[in-house]
């Protein structure tokens, strides 16, 4: 039973105690879950489906995963020691920059994880290291530790938001079997209508006169515009010292 004081026992601290001929470990585990999960999406990830993958019973799974919400904890942190952060530069905006780059490698590797890092963190080493090295980063900016905690929660919730842009249109040409490409043309004739009828000239601009950009080109522009923000507001007139 968890004491009261400290709540219940979390998967980062509990000693796990492996049966004495292990058919499995942790580590296989979430490897499999982990190609479960990206094949197949999260709505395939149960226990079962888990221990049928490892050629095991699902009783043996669970001698060494509590749960399915453990699971996900450990998946979720296997994920974030993938790209392990490199010592930093001191630059803490190339730094930053370089911590957002990493958590949307990792949200494009793996489409679900989007949907159940949206909640309360991870805790597990690895994540701890992608907090810790973020936070350092922007710590070279600002002294002020709640100013640099607010940057890196801004940069990654547009990181979040950016992303799931760009697995949707992933999701509309699985869906749909079309490209974006063949989805332009198809619509083609009707936006030349919409043009030619004059009323929307600021659209017509836009089809006719704007460059398009690629999505890693998108999500450059603007996390140079937040952090310009978060530098303007970092060095303005109510900045700590």
Do not use: K
């Amino acid at each position: 039973m968890a004491d009261e004081r400290t709540g219940p026992e979390l998967v980062w601290s509990r000693e796990r105690r492996a049966p004495r001929r292990p058919a499995m470990t942790i580590g296989r585990i979430v490897e499999v879950s982990l190609a479960l999960a990206d094949a197949e999406g999260l709505e395939a990830l149960s226990m079962r489906r888990v221990a049928t993958a490892l050629g095991s019973g699902t009783t043996s799974l669970y001698r060494y995963v509590a749960s399915r919400d453990e699971l996900l904890e450990l998946m979720i942190d296997a994920v974030q020691g993938e790209d392990v952060p490199p010592p930093l530069s001191g630059d803490w905006r190339a730094d930053l920059r370089a911590s957002a780059g990493r958590q949307r490698a990792a949200l494009l590797r793996h489409p679900w994880l989007g949907e159940v890092m949206s909640t309360r963190p991870v805790l597990g080493p690895n994540m701890l290291r992608q907090i810790d090295t973020a936070l350092a980063a922007a710590s070279a900016l600002t002294s002020d530790i709640s100013l640099a905690s607010n940057a890196v929660d801004v940069v990654m919730q547009y990181v979040f938001g950016a992303v799931s842009r760009e697995l949707a249109e992933q999701e509309a040409q699985r869906r749909t079997g079309q490209t974006e490409e063949q989805w332009r043309n198809s619509v083609g004739a009707y936006v030349e209508e919409v043009i030619a009828g004059g009323r929307y000239p600021q659209f017509a601009r836009r089809v006719l006169d704007a460059r398009d950009h690629s999505f890693q080109e998108l999500f450059d522009f603007g996390l140079d515009c937040l952090l310009d923000g978060i530098a303007a507001r970092a060095n303005g007139p109510d900045a700590r010292p």
